[in-house]
């Protein structure tokens, strides 16, 4: 189905099934159906605020042959219960004029009406989008038809398919990068901006003189120039520090974090009078720096220089900061390989996650993914419980009655 | 459950020291604030997925088992295997996957922890469950109120209610998934002592993969009825069929082939051809 015209107006607000920042507006003014109309209104407002967030690509024809007023509903039983007890309990003495017994609590409500849209749940396209492949249904329908998923290992292009409990399907990891990974284009202002600052680049290139040979005074300060100049300085500095703050965000004891904060402090004021900065500073710095990881390296208490200078960590602290150490190493390799800069990626690389996915970040039960192969498994129908309902919907509990209401076709 | 795993969360946040978000309340685990009957419900760690597939593929253990030793349902624990299967098979031929993804998105999900037993620390712990593995499911025959009057001398139990309901309705003991739970919790109470115990379970366990075997067996036999011929790009499987299945009418669902005066509706408008069903 066409996509339609204002489909996020915020005139009329409407909740749409993906991951933008319209839907989370949409979400948080989103209000309980006002009651004071007739039965028939309140009904066509429910049908049509949820219709536009369920299935909104199915035609209400085709929705309506797959509603279905069965709505599967599950009861967690206790086993040792069941042991111990053959159900005759239940009514053991009511004829005899005994109560119920007023000590147990009543279960849970089961919230069924909650359910009114599970057929849609089972269709390929959303449980893509449920299973955070996609970022919209939309989306996520665009990559079945385009031949990016596999069910059972097979390629199905039909995103209507209804999953049966047990089938797995796989979408393409690089699809699902693109789709859930920030994205390459930037706004429009940003790339003005961008493009204003490279031309103003450019013309100071063809502005500076060119040709001209360096003059020997200026060969003579290069000769100088052996240490490293203020620039070079503050961006060695600068990894130091971010070395450390790598550091410190991994598991440490307090103590060791006090030092290395001393150590950061330092590093900080350094940068702040970076004009000032001569090479013994960093030199200091770094070897500051350096004795610390040398520390660490040494393997409990064997090449430590012990006579010199003060034991900075015990034994066990060293072990930690070994560790913490290692992790950094192993984090920085599997950035260098798995999270690269790479300008042929459809995708802002180094990945990250894409605005406002978190909050829309859930899993729903009935879907048991592996995110690492880009593949889930389809375990069952979406069930009630009592006090759970597992479709994910963004209503509140009476417009779903009212939509089901509407389906029941006896209006 | 659910505050053992909030004490899990916690104490790993302390060991980070600062981590400057306290850890989540279940206001915040509800992703739409109007449905009360929704929540961001954990999913499994990586450590945990792992270790159900140790236990399944390596040690052996049955689904059933290590459902309830990780307290995770049946199904659950077959698609983790199923799909870690799959993960392995593709770092063996160095596929790429989407590990910065993966890792984001675990990181915005609640997570399932594993208690790994071999620890010193988790001595005496219990592994966190993850839900609840004996789902009963509501039969249809059972939705609506019935009201059966039975004598109040008359011992009326969920055997008795089952069969008031629908003829062949089992009772809950025997439709749950783990009923072997119930047995044991049964023959506990009825003071067996442990070899009695140990030796009940060992008969239901042999009956259970004499079963399978059965299963297998026919699934084999079945499988050896087709005959293939292989051919360079498609294999041919032919199998037995009889006129016979037609029917008297011509009309039997078994039939097969053009049948006269049985029109083929497949071109007809409005026929769907999104398959039903397809095969692991």
């Not at chain 1, 009861?75 to 042991?83: E, G, R, T």
């Not at chain 1, 309990?89 to 599970?118: C, I, L, S, V």
């Not at chain 2, 030793?69 to 593709?90: D, I, P």
Request: proline content about 7%; hydrophobic content about 35%.
């Amino acid at each position: 189905m066409r996509k339609p015209h204002r489909y996020h107006s915020l005139k009329k607000l409407k909740i749409r099934q993906d991951w933008s920042r319209w839907s989370l507006y949409s979400i948080a003014k989103l209000q309980r159906p006002n009651l004071g109309r007739t039965y028939f209104q309140q009904k066509w407002d429910a049908k049509a605020a949820s219709r536009a967030y369920h299935g909104e690509v199915i035609r209400e024809k085709k929705w309506k042959r797959l509603f279905k007023r069965s709505i599967p509903a599950v009861v967690p039983m206790d086993h040792k219960y069941l042991a111990r007890h053959d159900g005759s309990e239940q009514a053991a003495g009511r004829g005899a004029g005994a109560d119920r017994n007023e000590e147990q609590k009543d279960p849970q409500m089961t919230p069924y009406m909650q359910m009114t849209y599970w057929p849609i749940e089972r269709r390929l396209d959303t449980a893509i989008f449920r299973s955070l492949f996609a970022s919209s249904v939309r989306q996520a329908r665009q990559f079945v038809v385009h031949g990016m998923v596999k069910v059972n290992g097979k390629k199905v292009p039909y995103p209507g398919y209804l999953l049966n409990p047990g089938d797995m399907f796989q979408v393409e990891p690089e699809a699902v990068m693109f789709a859930t990974g920030a994205p390459k284009t930037r706004s429009a202002v940003a790339r003005r901006i961008s493009a204003e600052k490279k031309a103003a680049r450019g013309e100071t290139r063809t502005n500076e003189p060119k040709d001209q040979e360096p003059s020997i005074a200026e060969l003579a300060a290069k000769e100088k120039r052996a240490e490293p100049t203020h620039t070079e300085l503050k961006t060695s500095m600068q990894e130091i520090m971010t070395n450390v703050d790598e550091v410190l965000t991994t598991e440490l004891k307090a103590k060791d974090k006090q030092k290395f904060r001393e150590f950061r402090l330092s590093v900080k004021k350094a940068i702040a009078k970076w004009k000032a900065a001569s090479p013994e500073t960093l030199s200091t710095l770094d070897a500051q720096f350096s004795f610390l990881k040398e520390q660490l390296a040494a393997k409990t208490g064997t090449a430590a220089p012990s006579g010199d200078a003060e034991p900075l960590f015990s034994e066990e602290d060293q072990a930690k900061l070994k560790k913490a150490f290692d992790k950094l190493k192993e984090k920085a390799e599997y950035d260098a390989q798995w999270n690269k800069r790479d300008a042929n990626k459809p995708y802002l690389t180094p990945w990250r996650p894409r605005d406002y996915m978190s909050a829309f970040a859930f899993i729903p039960r009935y879907l048991e993914v592996n995110q690492n192969i880009c593949a889930a498994v389809y375990l069952r129908h979406p069930v009630a419980r009592p006090g759970l309902a597992e479709v994910p919907t963004p209503f509140s509990y009476e417009t779903g009655q009212l939509a089901f209401n509407w389906y029941l076709r006896r209006r | 459950m659910a505050a053992r795993r909030d004490e899990e969360k916690r104490a790993q946040d302390a060991k980070e020291e600062d981590a400057s978000l306290p850890p989540e309340t279940t206001e915040d685990l509800r992703p739409f604030p109007m449905n009360r009957h929704f929540r961001s419900q954990p999913v499994l760690s990586e450590q945990l997925r792992e270790a159900i597939y140790n236990r399944v593929a390596k040690d052996g253990a049955t689904v059933a088992l290590a459902s309830v030793e990780f307290g995770v349902s049946n199904e659950r624990v077959g698609a983790v295997v199923r799909l870690k299967q799959l993960e392995k098979e593709w770092v063996a031929q160095g596929k790429t996957m989407a590990l910065p993804y993966s890792k984001a998105v675990l990181n915005m999900l609640p997570q399932t922890p594993y208690i790994d037993p071999s620890l010193p620390e988790n001595r005496g712990k219990r592994p966190i469950p993850h839900e609840s593995i004996n789902d009963l499911i509501v039969h249809p025959a059972t939705r609506q109120q019935l009201f059966v009057p039975v004598a109040e001398s008359r011992q009326f139990t969920r055997v008795d209610a089952g069969k008031a309901f629908q003829n062949d309705l089992l009772p809950a003991d025997d439709r749950i998934p783990h009923p072997e739970l119930v047995q044991a919790e049964r023959e506990l109470a009825a003071g067996l002592s442990h070899e009695e115990r140990l030796r009940l379970a060992e008969k239901r366990f042999a009956a259970i993969q004499e079963k399978k075997k059965a299963e297998e067996a026919q699934i084999q036999a079945e499988l050896a009825s087709l005959k293939t011929v292989p051919k360079r790009r498609w294999d041919f499987v032919f199998q037995d069929v009889s006129v016979e299945h037609a029917g008297k009418d011509g009309r039997g669902l078994k039939g097969v082939g053009w049948r006269y005066g049985f029109p083929h509706e497949d071109r007809k408008k409005g026929q769907v051809k999104i398959p039903t069903k397809i095969e692991a």
